[in-house]
């Protein structure tokens, strides 16, 4: 093949990238936001609601939050490693408190139980009952612990399955809260 075909077979070849990627390109405007994706349990996506009540018998709504970042917490009284998170997740709610919501929500779990438990921790921030694990299922909660960061539009910027240790929390916390 002679020096001119080489030429113009590059250039073709240039020719068809440039409208391969003009083509494939996403419409200015067009993008899709987090707030027009729809509610579902993951990362970018805004937060399902619930409506919930707590162990002290106040109604919480997820979405009478919005404006404050949330940390949703999902746990159980039988769960070793919810209970060796509680005393960081509580440190922090105190040390956050009016600026960060830390909520957590006890799977599936008699309320005298919870409240005696919450009780014998000191944990003060709310635990809205999950008595049936609906808000589970929403959330596809699949193990215990699972902690859900949600920033103060509603969505979602971070999940973390297992355990939270006090580093953890505090650079997870940085997702959606200066």
């Known amino acids: 093949m002679t020096r001119s075909r080489w030429n113009i077979l590059i250039g073709a070849i240039a020719v068809v990238g440039v409208v391969w990627i003009w083509v494939s390109r996403v419409p200015s ?12 349990p993951a990362v970018g996506h805004p937060a399902p609601d619930f409506t919930l009540t707590t162990v002290t018998g106040q109604t919480l709504k997820l979405s009478d939050l919005r404006g404050k ?5 999902f746990w159980a009284t039988w769960c ?8 960081d997740l509580q440190a922090a709610s105190q040390r956050l408190e009016g600026q960060v919501a830390i909520i957590g929500i006890d799977q599936a779990e008699s309320p005298a139980d919870v409240r005696s438990f919450a009780a014998g921790l000191d944990v003060t921030y709310p635990i809205p009952l999950d008595t049936n694990a609906d808000a589970s299922r929403l959330y596809a909660v699949r ?36």
């Not at 405007?29 to 579902?40: D, I, M």
């Not at 070793?80 to 005393?87: D, F, G, M, S």
């Not at 193990?143 to 505090?170: K, N, V």
């Open 29 to 40: 405007g067009g993008a899709a936001t987090a707030a027009a994706l729809p509610a579902a």
């Open 69 to 73: 970042p949330v940390v949703l917490n």
């Open 80 to 87: 070793p490693p919810c209970r060796a998170e509680l005393p």
């Open 143 to 178: 193990s215990l612990p699972t902690t859900f960061f949600i920033d103060r539009s509603g969505i979602i910027r971070q999940i973390q399955i297992g355990s939270l240790t006090e580093a953890t929390l505090m650079q997870l916390l940085k997702t959606i809260y200066p």
